[in-house]
T-cell receptor
Framework: GAVVSQHPSRVICKSGTSVKIECRSLDFQATTMFWYRQFPKQSLMLMAT?????????EQGVEKDKFLINHASLTLSTLTVTSAHPEDSSFYIC???????????????FGPGTRLTVT | AQSVTQPDIHITVSEGASLELRCNYS??????LFWYVQSPGQGLQLLLKYFSGDTLVQGIKGFEAEFKRSQSSFNLRKPSVHWSDAAEYFCAVGGYGGSQGNLIFGKGTKLSVKP
């Protein structure tokens, strides 16, 4: 149980175009989904937190107009990188957590990541 | 402010040797603690977690971790390392204020395994 998928796993796009990444919780309802960015040989940087049916909460320094997040249902969140530039090239990882309260609600289940390359 | 420190950036051990990866946290109350493993080009997999109770927790793949409140530590151990354990390991802490369920991650420790 607790499987999270991401699509696509790899994407190459041209500078100036937009790219959409999907994150799905396959066998559970996710109250909250998180989007991280990971640079080579570095830890995860939280970009934003999205709750189903409400606007995402962005971390300081993350451009909300550039990284559009939509959490349309309890099993799907999307990250759209708009007008992508080479500096947006990175590994993007999503995670999801259970609907509920208590310590178990802090347990995050991660997707396999999406490698974005902007040429 | 809450923080997680993994003092070792890179550790190399021989296959079959024991392993200990260090993790220290800064948090005012009892935190929720996690260890995740990441293989190259992959997402993170949960190894084990501590919420309360027994301070020695068992996880998957033969890993265990011990919560030591006096030392603010949650070190990961494995008695005999396998070559397939080579990966990046992240310690994370949650449970601080707010309702978002955010985790704070350490910078990670890369484990290399010598044959």
């Amino acid at each position: 149980g607790a499987v999270v998928s991401q699509h696509p796993s790899r994407v190459i796009c041209k500078s100036g175009t937009s790219v959409k990444i999907e994150c799905r919780s396959l066998d559970f309802q996710a109250t909250t989904m998180f989007w991280y960015r990971q640079f080579p040989k570095q830890s995860l940087m939280l970009m934003a937190t999205s709750n189903e049916g409400s606007k995402a909460t962005y971390e300081q320094g993350v451009e909300k107009d550039k990284f559009l997040i939509n959490h349309a249902s309890l099993t799907l969140s999307t990250l759209t990188v708009t007008s992508a530039h080479p500096e947006d090239s990175s590994f993007y990882i999503c995670s999801a957590r259970w609907r509920g309260r208590g310590p178990s609600s802090y347990e995050q289940y991660f997707g396999p990541g999406t490698r974005l390359t902007v040429t | 402010a809450q923080s997680v420190t993994q003092p070792d950036i890179h550790i190399t051990v021989s296959e079959g040797a024991s392993l200990e990866l260090r993790c220290n946290y800064s948090y005012g109350a009892t935190p929720y603690l996690f260890w995740y493993v990441q293989s190259p080009g992959q997402g993170l997999q949960l190894l084990l977690k501590y919420f309360s109770g027994d301070t020695l927790v068992q996880g998957i793949k033969g890993f265990e971790a011990e919560f030591k409140r006096s030392q603010s530590s949650f070190n990961l151990r494995k008695p005999s390392v396998h070559w397939s354990d080579a990966a990046e390991y992240f310690c994370a802490v949650g449970g601080y204020g707010g309702s978002q369920g955010n985790l704070i991650f350490g910078k990670g420790t890369k484990l290399s395994v010598k044959p």
